[in-house]
């Protein structure tokens, strides 16, 4: 247990040192600055849209890291290092879910903040979207690590990353931004249920393709 | 308990190609073994499946004790000071304070402890990687083409490295194309049927 700490600990340094976590942060803002330029300086209609267009661009942010979350650690014989030592795929898989959270979830919750004032999220909006987003953003979390897992080994697949992972992602977008209403609560449950699932069992998914990519 | 490393009639295949089959050899505490063969053989697929990374198609592998593998890759976090990238597996291994320390003077690397591991050159990576193999408590030593790129006196350094380690009951399992002296190891020699 204490090795498998230091797994996480090593991620997220390497994530905060390497700047790998501002990159979907300033990806997320520059979203939320651009879309008012897209659709207008209309208040009442950017208060209406923005939650969701939120929603998108923590859903494409989250894909930014995807490369670089697994891939370096294979090629220079880490995750080799790791099985020798006795961790399992899957207790790895899941350690660097928990770092990959740790170094996007939390910077992503405190950007939504700007991001909000930016498209005039009143502040009931702004609370369900952070409700949504820190139930949801474990999950996106969860979803990069298992992508990042079964690219191992293949060239140039940064568009397959997406492909991939934007469909296991729609029931996410779905209630996530289904929950931003103000009669949301069903859809924040039914949030909660789908990215329960998936955190579940992306450790599983991710751990056998680390297996298979030894091979 | 003491270290053991042993293969009964182990096969390994890779896609459809046999790399061998029917391997057997059995080393204890203090032994050594010298794997041999030419490009391809299977020499670094065989320390894959006697460090676990890789199941054997038919057979056998017995092991007692714990596993250093030093492969062709470092696995040290290129951007950290090469010190702390130590530090890490020494934690991960339980390694006494001072390991690392002791690990980097015996390979002579100890002025290169603050320097990042992307500037070191090939030889000072082949020796860092050593030093993790020294720095772990690992009974067992899975050398894969440990020389490489490595100067005299290193080579020298990393002889009398396996010969302590073996004189401490440790086991060594070293692959390699150059002359390093190994003495009474047992010889395996890879891909002689093969045209």
Same mark, same amino acid.
């Given at each position: ?13 390497? =994530? ?9 942060? &300033? ?21 209406? &849209? ?10 494409? +942010?989250?894909? *930014? ?7 370096p ?37 405190? =950007?939504?903040?700007?991001?909000? =004032?930016l498209?005039r999220?009143?502040? =009931? ?19 990069? &690590? ?19 992972? *934007? ?11 289904g ?28 751990? +056998?393709?680390?297996r298979?990519?030894?091979? | ?5 042993a293969?009964d ?32 053989? %299977? ?5 894959r499946?006697?460090? %676990? ?60 402890? $603050? ?18 193999i020294?720095?772990?408590r690992? $009974? ?19 002889? $009398? ?6 004189? %401490?009951g ?26």
């Open positions: 247990m204490k090795g498998w700490l230091a797994i996480v600990l090593r991620d997220v340094r390497t =994530a905060y040192r390497g700047g790998g976590a501002l990159l979907p942060l &300033v990806f997320f803002l520059l979203v939320a600055t651009l879309f008012p330029f897209a659709v207008g300086p209309d208040g009442t209609l950017l208060a209406k &849209v923005g939650g969701g267009a939120l929603w998108m661009a923590a859903l494409l +942010a989250a894909l *930014l890291p995807i490369d670089r979350l697994i891939a650690d294979a090629e220079q014989g880490v995750l080799d290092q790791f099985a020798v030592r006795g961790f399992s795929d899957e207790a790895i898989a899941a350690a660097k879910i928990l770092a990959h959270w740790l170094g996007f979830g939390p910077p992503l919750l405190l =950007a939504a903040l700007p991001a909000a =004032a498209l999220l009143d502040g =009931a909006t702004l609370l369900r979207l952070e409700l949504g987003l820190a139930i949801g953003t474990p999950a996106l979390a969860a979803l990069g &690590v298992m992508t990042s897992a079964l690219i191992l080994g293949l060239r140039g697949a940064g568009a397959l990353a997406g492909l991939l992972m *934007l469909p296991l992602a729609v029931p996410l977008l779905i209630f996530g931004a929950a931003l209403g103000p009669d949301g609560m069903g859809a924040l449950k039914l949030l909660g249920a789908a990215a329960l699932l998936l955190t579940a069992l992306a450790p599983f998914a991710a751990g +056998a393709a680390l298979a990519a030894r091979e | 308990m003491t270290a053991r490393l293969f009639r182990v096969a390994c295949l890779r896609g459809d190609r046999l790399l061998f089959e029917g391997l057997s050899f059995a080393l204890g505490a203090g032994d050594a073994a010298l794997l041999t063969g030419p490009n391809g053989a %299977g020499k670094s697929s065989l320390m499946l006697a460090a %676990g990374l890789l199941v054997p198609s038919a057979g056998k592998i017995d092991l007692h004790g714990r596993i250093a593998h030093a492969g062709e890759a470092p696995a040290l976090d290129m951007r950290l000071p090469l010190a702390r990238a130590l530090g890490f597996w020494a934690g991960i291994d339980g390694s006494e304070e001072g390991a690392v320390r002791g690990a980097l003077e015996r390979m002579g690397i100890a002025n290169l402890a $603050e320097v990042p591991v992307h500037m070191l050159s090939t030889g000072q990576r082949k020796r860092a990687t050593l030093a993790r020294l720095a772990s690992a $009974e067992i030593w899975l050398l894969d083409e440990p020389g490489n790129g490595l100067d005299t006196a290193s080579l020298g350094r990393l002889t $009398e490295a396996m010969a302590v380690h073996r004189a %401490g440790g086991i060594v399992l070293l692959a390699t194309h150059q002359p390093l002296d190994l003495p009474d190891a047992l010889p395996i020699v890879l891909g002689k049927t093969t045209p």
